[in-house]
């Protein structure tokens, strides 16, 4: 597609369970972030992908979140054991390379119960 | 992604008047910087960057001044519309071939007819 596709657009999970989100980047993009947007707070970071290499996953903010990309294209968050704290909007970025512009995906945004 | 909460530093302006956004940055280090625009309910979505060996880039309507001395970055908007109503993030890039961009907190641009 021409941008940034996330999905589901809104979440509402019960406490304890597990969430998937979806990212399918720009055609072409060999880099794809996460970021989590907390109400109040700027956008931190959680994950980057680029290529074949290995992600760096020093954002996760612990062992219940964890990232793949599968083909070097479509990303899936998993966020184990939801909890109340996880309540955020969840962006996927992708760029053409590094230190080059992202482009932002509308997000998920997830609410934990 | 949705509008970052409640107590985001606000510039209320009127319509076709000059805005002025201001971001200071962390890294002196950091050799690239972006500036992306945020309605409600959307991404963030960029709008120009500059490199560290420059200190003003123009665009349509919107120039970036950098001043490394003092690690400022502004962005400054021409003739100000109501479209322009959103937050507006600084984000820098703080080491050289790093892909990690960091975000400041966001200030809100109100945009009075």
């Known amino acids: 597609g021409a941008g940034v596709s996330q999905s589901p657009s809104n979440k509402v999970t019960e406490k304890g369970k597990d969430v998937e989100l979806r990212c399918d980047p720009i055609s072409g993009h060999t880099a794809l972030y996460w970021y989590r947007q907390s109400l109040g707070q700027g956008l931190e970071f959680l994950i980057y992908f680029q290529g074949n290499s290995a992600p760096d996953k020093s954002g996760l903010p612990s062992d219940r979140f964890s990232a793949e990309r599968t083909g070097g294209s479509v990303s899936t968050l998993t966020i184990q054991r939801t909890q109340q704290e996880d309540s955020a909007v969840y962006l996927c970025a992708s760029s053409l390379t590094v230190n080059y512009g992202y482009t932002f995906g509308s997000g998920t945004r997830l609410t934990v119960v | 992604g949705e509008s970052v909460g409640l107590h985001l530093p606000t510039l209320s302006v009127q319509e076709g008047d000059n805005s002025i956004i201001n971001c200071a940055y962390s890294?002196?280090?950091?050799?690239?910087f972006i500036w992306y625009k945020q309605e409600s309910g959307k991404g963030p979505q960029f709008i120009i960057d500059i490199r560290s060996n420059m200190d003003k880039r123009q665009g349509q309507r919107v120039t970036v001044l950098l001043n490394k001395t003092v690690k400022h970055l502004s962005l400054q908007i021409a003739a100000t519309q109501p479209g322009d109503s959103a937050v507006y993030f600084c984000a820098e890039n703080p080491l050289v071939s790093s892909y990690k961009l960091i975000f400041g907190s966001g200030t809100r641009l109100l945009v009075r007819p």
């Open positions: 890294n002196s280090a950091s050799d690239y």
